[in-house]
């Protein structure tokens, strides 16, 4: 049995019990009252079984939206060449990782953090990353020319491969 169907039954269930909870001692205070009192008393356990009812139903097949903290790549690559333009790194560092995280693909996230570390290993392990996802970009061979040789002592001399 499918789990919305279970959770459908299940609320259903409960409406039924709390509204038959409800209605016996509404009965018993609306009789002998004038017949309105009844009518109202109906429309009151009417009113409670539907709330119980459709409230966890709402809350099962409403669509789920983003949060206002959620961020689509190009939204965060975006903020963070803005960030990294009026000279604040660390902003910029932060949506530059959130794009990467998004799309771990991106490229250009990837380049700008290298571009932004605060040492050479940093900013090549950045640049690795994106010469795994595309070894021929012009950018990324740009920027293995520029880190490779910052870095190059501590590989022991080798060639970066590509």
């Known amino acids: 049995m499918?789990?919305?169907?279970?959770?459908l039954l299940l609320a259903?269930?409960?409406?039924?019990?709390?509204?038959?909870a409800l209605l016996t001692p509404l009965v018993f205070w609306a009789k002998g009252r004038k017949p309105s009192s009844g009518f109202f008393a109906g429309v009151l356990v009417g009113a409670i079984g539907n709330l119980l009812l459709l409230i966890p139903l709402w809350l099962?097949?409403?669509p789920r939206k983003e949060g206002p903290n959620q961020l689509d790549v190009n939204t965060a690559y975006n903020m963070g060449v803005a960030?990294?333009?009026g000279n604040r790194l660390e902003e910029?560092?932060?949506y530059f990782v959130q794009a990467?995280?998004?799309d771990p693909r991106h490229i250009g996230a990837w380049l700008y953090l290298a571009n932004i570390a605060?040492?050479?290993?940093?900013?090549?392990?950045?640049?690795?990353?994106?010469r795994a996802i595309e070894p021929s970009d012009p950018l990324v061979q740009e920027s293995v020319g520029i880190v490779w040789p910052?870095?190059?002592?501590?590989y022991g001399e080798q060639e970066p491969t590509s």
């Open 12 to 20: 259903n269930g409960a409406a039924a019990l709390i509204g038959g």
């Open 150 to 154: 910052q870095v190059r002592h501590l």
């Open 100 to 102: 990467t995280q998004l």
């Open 60 to 62: 099962l097949v409403k």
């Open 2 to 7: 499918d789990f919305r169907l279970q959770v």
């Open 83 to 85: 960030a990294v333009l």
């Open 92 to 94: 910029g560092r932060y």
């Open 118 to 130: 605060t040492t050479p290993l940093e900013a090549w392990s950045y640049v690795q990353q994106a």
